[in-house]
C-alpha cells in the first residue's frame, strides 16, 4: 500500500501520542494537519508561527523519531504556517518553514509573500526581538491570603479563593468571579489566589493581566496580524486571571477573542478568575453569550467591612508596619472610615507619616484632622453605577427596573434621583449620565434634575427621599 501523507502523519500521532500527556497531545498535536508527502518530507499545517516555534521548541525530538520511523534516516519536516485572516476580504497568508531551520525563509518558498519576515512578537509580555516563550505570572507576591483579612463581608470570597488554590480548574468554581466597589480588596485577592496556586504547584503557568492591557495586547495583534499567535498564547495559560473585566465593555472585538480564549481554559479543564465593578446581570454592552459563562462558576461579592474587620485591618497594617498606636486611636478610625479597606490603610499611612516627619505625637485630636480630610477628600468618589444600586435598594427594586422604559410613576421617579444624584457626586457628563441610566439621552439627563429640585421644594415626601439617599451616599 503507497504511502500517503495523512497514513504516515496518523502513525507518528499514534507513536507521539504514546510517549505525552493527553492533554500536550490535545493542545498541540489534534490541530495539525498533514498536507503533502513528497519523497521523503512531509508537510504539515500549523494555524501560527506561535504554534510552530513551541512544537520545535518541546517537542522536536519527539516529531524527529516518529518521522525516521516512518521515512527512515533522511526524513524531512515542513511547516506550512496558515493562518486565516478574519479581518476584511484578505486571503490567508500561507509560509512553508522546512523544521529545524530558523532563518529567515527564502521567498520561493512562500505561497503568497509576507510584507514583514521579521520574526513577530508571540508572548506580549517579552520584549520584541527576544525569542522567549517563558511566561511570567506578573502577580505581585505582596498579597496574599495571609494579609486578606476574613469577615462577614468578604468570607464566601475569600473561601472560594481558597478553594480555586488549593485545585484549580477541579472546582465547581470556575470562573471564579470577584465583584464589588472601589477598594475593597478585588485585585489583592485575585493576586493572593495566583500568589498561592504557583506555591503549591509550581509547574502551572499562571498569568495575571489587567482587562484593559489584555485589550491593548489584541489590538496590537489585530494591527500586526498576529491574532492567532495572540489566542494561542493565552490558551497555554494554566490559571488566567483577568482583573476589571467591565473593561471589554462595547469592546466587541476584544469580548469575541476572549469568548474563545474563555471557552478552550474551560473545555481544558484550566482556572479561569475574573474581577470586576460590579456583578454580571448589571455589566452593559457586554455580549450575553459571555455573561452566560461568567455565571457557569460563582460569583462572589467583596462588600464594605464591617466594624470587626475595619478594627482587625488598622491593628494589622500597624503591626505590619511595627507601629503602635492607643485602641481609642484605631477604635476612631474604624468608626468614622466606613467605605473601604483602601481608604483605612491610607487613613493610617498619613497618620504615620504626619507623626513621624512633624515629631507630633499620635493623638486623638491628629487622628481627627487626618480622617476630616481623608473623608471630605473621598466623599465625592462615588460611581454611576452605586448611585443606581443605592436609589433601587431604597425604593426596593432591581437596577434593570430602574434603568427600565416603563413611565410608572415611583420608578421614574426613582430613576430621575438616580440621574439628578449623578449629576450631584460624579463629574460624569449629562450624556454619560444618560446613557449609564437607561441609555437617556442628555436632555432626559437635565429635565430629571429640575423635576428633583421642583419636587424638593413642594414635595415634603419627595425631600425626604432626597434626605434619606444623600445620608446613604455620603456615609
Known sequence: ??????????????????NIQPQAYKTWFEPIRAVKLTDNSLSIQVPSKFFYEWLEEHYVKLLKVSLTKELGDGAKLVYIIRMENTYGNKKPFTEKIPSNNRPSVPSQELDVPLKNKNPELKNPFIIPGIRNVKIESQLNPNYSFDNFLEGDSNRLARSAGLAVASKPGGTSFNPLLIFGGVGLGKTHLAHAIGVDIKDKYPEKTVL???????????????????RNDFIHFYQLIDVLIIDDVQFFSGKSGTQDVFFHIFNHLHQNGKQVILTSDKAPVDMQDIEQRLLSRFKWGLSAELQSPDYETRISIVKNKLYRDGVEMPFEIVDYIAKNIKTNVRELEGAIISLIAQSSFNKKEVTLDLASQIVEKFVKNTKREVSID????????????????????????????????AMFFAKKYTKASLASIGSQIGKRDHATVLHACKTVDNLAETDKQFRKYIDDISKKLTL
Open 386 to 417: 452605586y448611585i443606581q444600586k443605592i436609589v433601587s435598594d431604597y425604593f426596593q427594586m432591581d437596577v434593570s427596573t430602574l434603568q427600565s422604559k416603563t413611565r410608572k410613576r415611583h420608578i421614574v421617579q426613582a430613576r430621575q434621583l
Open 208 to 226: 495575571y493581566i489587567s482587562a484593559e492591557k489584555f485589550t491593548q495586547q489584541y489590538i496590537e495583534s489585530v494591527k500586526k496580524n498576529t
Open 1 to 18: 500500500m503507497d504511502k500517503t501523507a495523512q497514513s504516515v502523519w496518523d502513525h507518528c500521532l499514534q507513536f507521539i501520542k504514546d
